[in-house]
């Protein structure tokens, strides 16, 4: 296995600065290639300063680090999936300020040994915060590469002493439509939103419990205060604001095959070859760039967990 | 009335002057191109909402004046599907032939977008007095497919969405009773 051990410098004081200078160069090729109306401004980096949430504080660099540049704070914090909060991508961050993180605990039950609920604050010291730069793929063919900070979901998982029955594990977000006023209509999604991966893939090192973005703490729009990241699968399963963890003998239906069974399958691995049945999966377009670039198998991390497919067939795995 | 005219072109146009500018400046969001394909999409859709509208009005009122800028709406529309088209083309798929002809054959909502388009296309070009002149009774046939291509691009808009759209359920409640007021008899 790879590991590349990321930049001791924080990403938060170099990557607005890189993104900017890329988006030059965009722009420049693109002055050369002879303009189409929009595209200045379309690539221009938006320069606005924004308030963000408390800086995390002994976060340590973690292991599978990526040279790409980093999708701007901007970006990451605008232009969000999160129907709790409305189906368009600037509504989370609209109306996400709703949302009261604390105080929070996760419920933990189903097959293990120490069923009850965790307060955040004790999650926060399950395990040292990493930083995990990660590229993440949405099933709508787009990217982006986000620092996250967080810790591996295994940690929380062994602390709750899985028993031998267990090979599932569900995750569920919050169900509050108060707080989240997406959820009022039940037309957009069943709620609440859950989410499962099998146990193997949950104790997989790659997959991590995200509590913060560029060394500071998870916007609500992002999914705070602690969300599920399996950078290898489409966005969607990456689930945002996690209130219990469930261990289960039998695999969950999750939302997105409830909802729509032939478009979304329970692995959901990122696959070019295997096409949502409205869109091509073969390429994307990533956040700030122009053109789009070819999607990769498992997202780019296939030496890290195609292992955990073999022998099951391809076509099955979406 | 002499300002009529001028101000409806004006008013038509401001969306694009507006998607231009914050194009321009960095007010599109962090995927302009989606964003600017969506803009373009949901003004040629709400033109050809607001042509309808007028049109009706006209028809039920016996007030002429709204069909003095039937011509106009329609085209506008047609201009905003256009550069939709184009956008769709240029950025987003950047020119890439087998990608296109993909999409036209394995996604039905591009194919149903087009049919669309290509009846607003017909419509553009017989939009003159001549092409009217030169149709006759058949000019009237064609032009009414637009209550075939308005289902099609409201179609086209619930197929892209990933969940329900509620943009495009407020198309439908628009143009179903504007489809039924079409079928009632003329009153004037
Ligand atoms: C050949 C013709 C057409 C093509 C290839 C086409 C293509 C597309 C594509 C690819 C999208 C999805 C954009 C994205 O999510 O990134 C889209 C959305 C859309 N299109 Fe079209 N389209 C066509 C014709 C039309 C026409 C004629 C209309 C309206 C009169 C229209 C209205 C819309 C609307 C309203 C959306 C939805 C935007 C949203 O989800 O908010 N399209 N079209």
């Given at each position: ?28 090729q ?10 200045p ?20 660099p ?41 105080p ?11 069923p ?8 926060l ?9 990660y590229?993440?793929?949405c ?7 986000i ?17 031998s ?26 709620w ?24 500071h ?10 969300r ?27 939302t ?18 295997v096409?949502?049945?409205?869109w ?5 377009r ?8 070819d999607t990769?198998p ?16 391809p076509?099955?795995?979406? | 009335m ?5 101000s ?14 914050s ?11 989606e964003a600017?394909?969506?803009e ?5 859709l ?14 039920h009122s016996g ?35 087998p990608?296109?002809?993909e999409d ?19 419509m ?20 009414r ?8 691009a ?22 179903i009773p504007l ?5 009632l008899?003329?009153?004037?």
């Amino acid at each position: 296995m790879l590991i590349k051990r990321p930049d001791p410098i924080p990403s938060s004081a170099i990557t607005d600065e890189a993104i900017y200078r890329e988006r030059r160069r965009f722009l420049g090729q693109f002055a050369l290639g002879g303009g189409a109306l929009l595209l200045p401004g379309l690539l221009a980096a938006q320069a606005r300063a924004e308030a963000r949430p408390p800086k995390l504080e002994g976060v340590v660099p973690g292991p599978f680090g990526s040279e790409e540049s980093l999708t701007s704070y901007q970006d990451i914090t605008s232009y969000n999936n999160f129907y709790e909060f409305g189906t368009d991508k600037g509504d989370p961050k609209k109306h996400a300020q709703l949302l009261r993180t604390r105080p929070w605990s996760v419920m933990v039950e189903g097959e293990v040994a120490r069923p009850g609920p965790i307060d955040i604050e004790d999650i926060l010291k399950l395990h040292p915060l990493e930083e995990r730069i990660y590229r993440m793929r949405c099933v709508e063919a787009w990217s982006m590469v986000i620092p996250w900070v967080g810790f591996p979901l295994a940690a929380l998982l062994k602390h709750a002493e899985p028993n031998s029955r267990a090979r599932y594990v569900e995750f569920t977000t919050l169900h509050d439509p108060e707080q989240m006023p997406g959820q009022r209509d039940r037309r957009i999604l069943p709620w609440p939103y859950v989410e499962g991966l099998r146990i193997d893939e949950a104790m997989h090192p790659l997959c991590i419990l995200a509590v913060g973005l560029y060394g500071h703490e998870l916007p609500n729009q992002n999914g705070a205060p602690l969300r599920l990241v399996v950078p290898w699968k489409y966005g969607f399963k990456s689930i945002k604001s996690i209130v219990r963890i469930r261990l289960l003998e039998a695999a969950p239906t999750t939302t997105w095959q409830q909802l729509s069974p032939r478009e979304y399958g329970f692995y959901a691995n990122v696959n070019p070859e295997v096409d949502h049945p409205r869109w091509s999966q073969r390429r994307e377009r990533r956040i700030g760039e122009l053109r789009r670039r070819d999607t990769l198998p498992f997202n780019g991390y296939a030496e890290e967990v195609a292992h955990l497919y073999q022998g099951m067939d391809p076509k099955t795995l979406f | 009335m002499r300002w009529l005219k001028p101000s409806v072109f004006l008013l038509c146009s401001l969306p694009l002057l507006w998607l231009v500018w914050s194009g321009l400046h960095g007010g599109l969001g962090a995927n302009p191109i989606e964003a600017a394909m969506h803009e373009l999409g949901h003004w040629a859709l709400r033109l050809l909402l607001l042509g309808l509208a007028l049109n009706i009005l006209s028809r039920h009122s016996g007030w002429r004046r709204p069909m003095q800028l039937r011509r106009m709406l329609g085209l506008f529309a047609f201009a905003y599907a256009l550069l939709h088209l184009l956008v769709y083309i240029t950025l987003d798929q950047f020119f890439d032939l087998p990608a296109i002809l993909e999409d036209l054959r394995f996604r039905p909502y591009i194919l149903i977008g087009l049919s669309a388009w290509l009846i607003l296309l017909a419509m553009a070009i017989t939009s003159t007095r001549h092409w009217q002149r030169r149709l006759g009774r058949r000019w009237a046939r064609l032009h009414r497919l637009v209550y075939v291509a308005v289902p099609l691009a409201i179609t086209h808009n619930f197929m892209v969405a990933k969940t329900i759209s509620p943009e495009a359920m407020v198309y439908t409640a628009l143009f179903i009773p504007l489809l039924i007021l079409r079928l009632l008899p003329r009153r004037a």
